[in-house]
Structure formats: C-alpha cells, structure tokens
C-alpha cells in the first residue's frame, strides 16, 4: 500500500548522471518540461529541476496508483506546477545547495517546503546583507537572529527562518510575494538530524496563527529543510532517493533525445 505522506530528498553533489541516465531521465518528463530545462545554463540548475520533476511523477503515480506516462502538469496560478486531473494530492518542491527535496501527501491539504544551504555568497559584509534584508524579517525575527553571538550561527538562524517563511508562503501559494515582515516565526528549539523540530510558531500580524504544523529538520551540517501543513500529518522522516530508485517504474514520453543530453555536457559548472 503506498504511503500516504513522503518526504524525499536526493543528494546531486552524488549524481554525475551518465550519458544513458540523462537519455532516460529526460524521456521520462513532458516535452514543455524539457524545453524549460534547457534553458539554464549551469549543469547544476539542469540536474536540480530534473531530478523535482522526477520526484513530482513518481510521487503522484505511486501514492495515486495512476499511470506514469498518463500524467500531465501544467503551471498553475502563481507558476506552481499541478496536476491537470482532479486528483485529491497535494505536493511541493525545493531545491537549493546539494538538495532537491519533495513533501507530498495523499488529500487536499495546503503543503509547502523549502531546503536552504547555511551559506552566504553575496560577497558583501554578513553584517550589510543583514541591514538589506531587514524588512523581510520582524523585530521578534532580528533578535533571534542576532542572539547567537558567531557569524556563523547568525546566518544560520537567518536561513532557518527564512526557509519556514518559505514553507508557509509556497503552501498557501502566495510565495515570497507578500510582505514578508507581516509574518513572524517563533524559534524554540534547536535542529537536529536525528529527529524533527516541531515546537516553532507562526504569528501573522502580531497574531499566532493556529492549526498548522512546521516540521524541520538538518540534512546533515549544512542544509536545513522545513515543512509547512494545515492539517495535522505524523512526522515522517525524510528518505534519500538514489537515481536507480527515482526513475523505478518510469515510463518515457518520447524518444530519447541523444542532441539534447549531449547539450547537458557542454554546459558550465556552476561557481561556488
């Protein structure tokens, strides 16, 4: 019986796909889908859509029980990929960093999810990127951000919250659209990799918002990953797919593309 509610994420700093992985791989996504992919420049933004994409089909055909190549996405309002057919699936998808990741649940639910590397590449001063992205934080927010005394703890506080404000904003479709200052997080509690952090609260407009969960967790030292609900979900622990299981079960849409895959290798590695 497939599982009501996943939670999936895939490491692509361990995926350096072959020749025959990229052939299959892009068979395996709707045509509009590819052609989207091909245009990114970096090797990396490439393998990190793909692989979402991937997870998107597998998810919905295996938690639905409907055919794999039957499937068909569309970008709803706001850009959001959905589901053509009125099935009763709610999924989302992030990715950032080594990551792509996937919380999925079976039913009509509001469900959103971000991963965020705990990095910062601006080049400027920690301290002026901080003073340029005040107003998407409240006051409660800053002085969260500020209490560890290390830069390093700072900005991963900094991403920790900006991740949940992500989670919440991407589930109830809005994204970082809205005034981002307006909504306020709670920390509690420290992440962890072994177990979810569940305790952090959310308060709109100076007021804490009831009825939804916010599940987060560490990847591993340098990814934080949360997911935000509207309905109660048992907490479910994230799985690590590997490509041999992503693609389990797939089903081409169209010929392999060999012009297309060989495009992929002449592309640029991203910078660090």
Known sequence: MAPSSVRWYFNLSKWSPTYQELLLATACIQPEEKLRLGKFVFKKDFKSSLIGRLMMRKFVSESCGLNYAALRFSRQEKG????????????????????????????????????????????????????????????????????????????????????????????????????????????????????????????????????????????????????????????????ELDFSELVRNAEAFQPPDESYCLDYFKKAEKPC
């Not at 500020?146 to 919440?168: D, G, I, T, V």
Request: aromatic fraction near 12%.
């Open 80 to 239: 959001r990929p959905g589901l053509e057919t009125p099935e009763k699936v709610s999924f989302n998808v992030s990715h950032h960093g080594d990551y792509t990741v996937l919380a999925g649940e079976l039913g009509d639910a509001l469900l959103g999810v971000d991963v965020m590397k705990l990095e910062y590449t601006g080049g400027k001063p920690l301290s002026e990127f901080f003073r340029i992205m005040n107003r998407n934080f409240s006051t409660l927010e800053w002085r969260q951000i500020y209490a560890p005394k290390s830069p390093a703890e700072q900005l991963n506080m900094f991403c920790r919250l900006w991740a949940l404000k992500e989670s919440y904003t991407k589930a109830i479709g809005l994204g970082i659209t809205m005034k981002l200052s307006e909504i306020s997080f709670k920390i509690s509690s420290p992440l962890t990799k072994e177990r979810f952090t569940c305790d952090s609260k959310l308060f709109v407009d100076g007021e804490e918002l009831t009825g939804w969960a916010f599940h987060e967790v560490l990847l591993d030292d340098f990814h934080c990953v949360a997911v935000a609900t509207d309905r109660p979900v048992d907490e479910v622990q994230f799985k």
